[in-house]
């Protein structure tokens, strides 16, 4: 990457992509990827997804927690309420930026699915919104 910035938005979601293009093709090889390495995967797609969309519109997010991303990415480019509520559910199921020790619950084959799918609708959100559009 060549560097943090509004320019930037376009990598940032090509490397969204890439990380679902990761879960999806290790979706098949479970002896690799098992679910909470595909979980990680989403997440991090999702993050790169929404900093992308953001910057695309001229914002940095302030807050990193995904929850955040997605006030911020609302503020510049609303999305359906049933999308922005899937991300903040992962937000609260992954709990990477809690301070506390614990150890997380494994992840199911159903959940990594609707994670999935969920990931997917984020990346045609944003291509629609960032790429195919310009900003406002």
Known sequence: MDGIGVNGWMEYI??????LKA???GRKRAAVFDNDLLGNLIGLSVEKLLVGLCLRYGHMPADHTLGGM???????CPM?????????MLDRAQDLCSLDVHMPRP???GRIETLLRMNERLAAFVEEKAVLSSPQ
């Open 14 to 19: 090509a490397e969204g992509h890439q990380y």
């Open 23 to 25: 879960a999806l093709g």
């Open 70 to 76: 997605v006030a911020e990415a609302n503020s510049v």
């Open 80 to 88: 359906e309420r049933s999308l922005a509520e899937a991300i903040v």
């Open 107 to 109: 992840v199911s084959e």
